[in-house]
């Protein structure tokens, strides 16, 4: 039994090779034994069927499977025929999150924060789903002040979510001090950190950019050095990954989250250096 629960989030593919490339990515990390897989899901709907499709596929082949549902640009309508959809699946664990209006997608929809489908859910299915919502070490981009934002986070909580998520971060003190910050605020439910591989410099950079995480200068500069030369990279970024992992487990995290963006290699390395 691992002291330490494992849980990977994969992407629905688009293409029959990404498909096949998602098998084989799920039976090199199944030996690690995660508690579960969660799948992303486009907001606004556009990846719906492929979450679906994932999320049932991985069930089937005995992993608990968790799809990622974000209520920004949809109706309450659509809300619940997708939740009913997964409740008839059986499928009894799910993200919940705001998620980020595609470009050029008009409405906000019905509910406008990850609490409110928090709390929907709740009204609506009871105590069917386990929910996971999103936490921000480092804060949310569009947060007004930290506290706020941390408020916020405590506001989803108390809505009814049973564990969170961590944006991913490569400082490990942003976390402890969320954590501790979050406890003050009456939070007692897990916070699983969420870990970010490194494996492609330029692509790690747009998605920090993107999400507000930060990359540390060292980590930056280590990586924009090796250039072109992947297998430097890749190998730096365990080190890096592991050693920010192992600090974590050592302070008595409940669990890693790793964005595995589809592939297993790195995941699986740092896994094992840490006796996972
Ligand atoms: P919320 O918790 O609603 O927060 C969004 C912002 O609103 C924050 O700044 C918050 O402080 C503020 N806020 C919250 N409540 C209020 C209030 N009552 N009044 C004023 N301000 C408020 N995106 C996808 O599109 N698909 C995915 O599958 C996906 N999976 C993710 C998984 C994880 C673990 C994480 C960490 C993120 C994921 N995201 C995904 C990204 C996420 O959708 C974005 O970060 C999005 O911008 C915020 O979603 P949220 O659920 O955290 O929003």
């Known amino acids: 039994m691992n002291p330490i629960e494992l849980s990977f989030e994969f992407f629905p593919p688009k293409t029959q090779e990404g498909v096949e490339k998602l098998r084989a990515t799920r039976e090199q990390l199944l030996p690690l034994r995660p508690k579960f897989v969660s799948v992303t899901f486009g907001a606004g709907g556009s990846t719906q069927q492929g979450t679906l499709d ?3 596929e991985m069930s089937k082949g ?8 974000s209520c920004i640009g949809s109706s309450k309508d659509d809300l619940r ?38 709390s929907f859910i709740r009204a609506e299915f ?11 070490p480092e804060y949310h981009p569009q947060s ?15 809505a009814g979510a049973d564990s969170a ?17 979050a406890r003050k605020l009456g939070v007692d439910v897990p916070i699983v950190p969420g870990i970010m591989p490194i494996t492609n410099y330029s692509q790690l ?14 980590i930056a500069r280590r990586l924009e050095s090796f250039g072109d030369d992947r297998e430097s990279i890749r190998a730096f970024g365990i080190d890096v990954v592991t050693g920010l992992c192992q600090r974590l487990v050592d302070a008595g995290v409940p669990g890693l989250h790793f964005y595995t963006l589809n592939a297993a290699a790195s995941t699986k390395t740092i896994c094992e250096r840490l006796g996972l």
């Not at 009871?126 to 921000?136: K, M, Q, S």
């Not at 961590?166 to 954590?179: E, I, L, P, S």
């Open 165 to 181: 998520i961590t944006q991913y971060f490569f400082n490990a003190d942003a976390y402890f001090q969320f954590v501790d910050d």
């Open 205 to 218: 950079m747009r998605f920090s950019e993107m999400c507000g995480a930060e990359v540390p200068r060292w």
């Open 54 to 56: 994932t999320v049932i």
């Open 62 to 69: 005995g992993l608990e499977a968790a799809p990622h549902l």
């Open 81 to 118: 025929r997708i939740l009913t959809e997964y409740r008839s699946h059986g499928i009894r664990h799910i993200v919940a999150l705001r998620g980020d209006l595609p470009s050029g997608m008009g409405s906000v929809g019905e509910l406008r924060y990850a609490s409110e489908l928090v």
């Open 126 to 136: 009871g105590d069917w789903f386990h929910i996971e919502v999103a936490a921000y």
């Open 144 to 158: 007004r002040t930290p506290r706020h934002d941390l408020e916020n986070f405590a506001r989803k909580v108390k």
